[in-house]
């Protein structure tokens, strides 16, 4: 009947598209090791054979937005930076405000010798008391104290501007992980489903055409757990970065 010629056009289409998808891939690979070869300064050689691993397990307290906007603040150099420079101003403001302090100077000796014919044989001490100008002294301390509150409000906004980064992260990572684990569920189930449809198909139960069907969702869903494992260590990779590890 039909069905046999029916299931070789099915198997001749199937082939002509996995080997179009096989050819695209082999192009992605060449530029993909050959842009990994720039990057690294490596020969091509060591990239000929990759070992697949599984990803480590991201704990729950990676995952919180509070505790990776913590990190940052005290892993970033940007925040230290910035708060080393609001101590600094603040220290200015107490050194201008002691300058303008009136300065006592004492001095004290022993003095021997003669004055008008009578003999000198004795202690002697001697104190000045420096008074700054009241308007220059009020003046240096306003600059440094607006200086102070420049640089505190300025060591605010880049504490706020850099944790919002590794808060977004870290939800972008959790999402990641739950993604993952999806598609691992789908591709394990799309395998189920067309280990049943293979051997329907060799008992009659099933037909080419739902073989077809059951083997293009697997590819699929093989397709899917790779990007989401890309996703997953790319997400990963950027939550580091934003933390400052």
């Given at each position: 009947?039909?069905?046999?010629h029916l299931d070789?056009v099915r198997?001749?289409?199937a082939?002509?598209?996995a080997?179009?998808d096989l050819?695209?891939a082999?192009?992605?690979?060449?530029?993909?090791?050959?842009a990994?070869?720039?990057?690294?300064?490596?020969?091509a050689g060591?990239?000929?054979?990759t070992?697949?691993?599984p990803?480590a397990a991201?704990?729950a307290a990676?995952?919180?937005?509070r505790?990776?906007?913590?990190?940052?603040?005290t892993l970033?150099?940007?925040i230290?930076?910035?708060r080393l420079?609001a101590?600094?101003?603040?220290?200015?403001?107490a050194?201008a405000?002691?300058a303008g302090?009136?300065?006592?100077?004492v001095?004290?000796g022993?003095?021997?010798?003669t004055?008008?014919?009578?003999?000198?044989d004795?202690?002697?001490i001697?104190?000045s008391l420096?008074v700054p100008?009241g308007?220059?002294a009020?003046?240096l301390?306003?600059?440094?104290?607006?200086k102070?509150?420049?640089?505190q409000?300025?060591?605010?906004?880049?504490?706020?501007?850099i944790?919002?980064?590794?808060?977004?992260?870290a939800?972008n990572?959790a999402?990641?992980v739950?993604?993952?684990a999806?598609?691992?569920?789908?591709r394990?189930?799309?395998?189920?489903?067309?280990r049943?449809?293979?051997?329907?198909y060799?008992?009659?139960a099933t037909?080419s055409?739902?073989?077809?069907?059951?083997r293009s969702?697997f590819?699929?869903a093989?397709?899917?757990?790779?990007a989401?494992?890309?996703?997953?260590?790319?997400?990963?990779a950027?939550?580091d970065v934003?933390v400052?590890?």
């Amino acid at each position: 009947g039909d069905a046999p010629h029916l299931d070789t056009v099915r198997g001749d289409v199937a082939v002509a598209r996995a080997e179009a998808d096989l050819e695209s891939a082999q192009a992605a690979d060449a530029n993909a090791t050959d842009a990994l070869q720039t990057e690294t300064a490596r020969p091509a050689g060591d990239f000929a054979t990759t070992v697949a691993a599984p990803a480590a397990a991201a704990s729950a307290a990676v995952l919180d937005p509070r505790t990776a906007a913590t990190l940052a603040r005290t892993l970033r150099p940007e925040i230290a930076s910035a708060r080393l420079s609001a101590a600094a101003a603040q220290a200015a403001v107490a050194e201008a405000r002691a300058a303008g302090a009136p300065a006592l100077t004492v001095g004290g000796g022993y003095v021997t010798g003669t004055d008008s014919g009578v003999p000198i044989d004795a202690p002697a001490i001697s104190a000045s008391l420096t008074v700054p100008l009241g308007a220059v002294a009020h003046d240096l301390v306003a600059v440094a104290a607006a200086k102070a509150q420049e640089a505190q409000a300025q060591s605010g906004a880049v504490e706020r501007r850099i944790v919002l980064g590794p808060a977004a992260a870290a939800r972008n990572l959790a999402a990641a992980v739950r993604a993952a684990a999806a598609t691992a569920r789908a591709r394990a189930s799309a395998a189920d489903e067309l280990r049943a449809t293979e051997i329907g198909y060799g008992s009659g139960a099933t037909s080419s055409l739902e073989g077809a069907s059951a083997r293009s969702t697997f590819d699929q869903a093989v397709v899917d757990d790779l990007a989401a494992a890309y996703a997953l260590e790319k997400a990963r990779a950027t939550l580091d970065v934003e933390v400052g590890r």
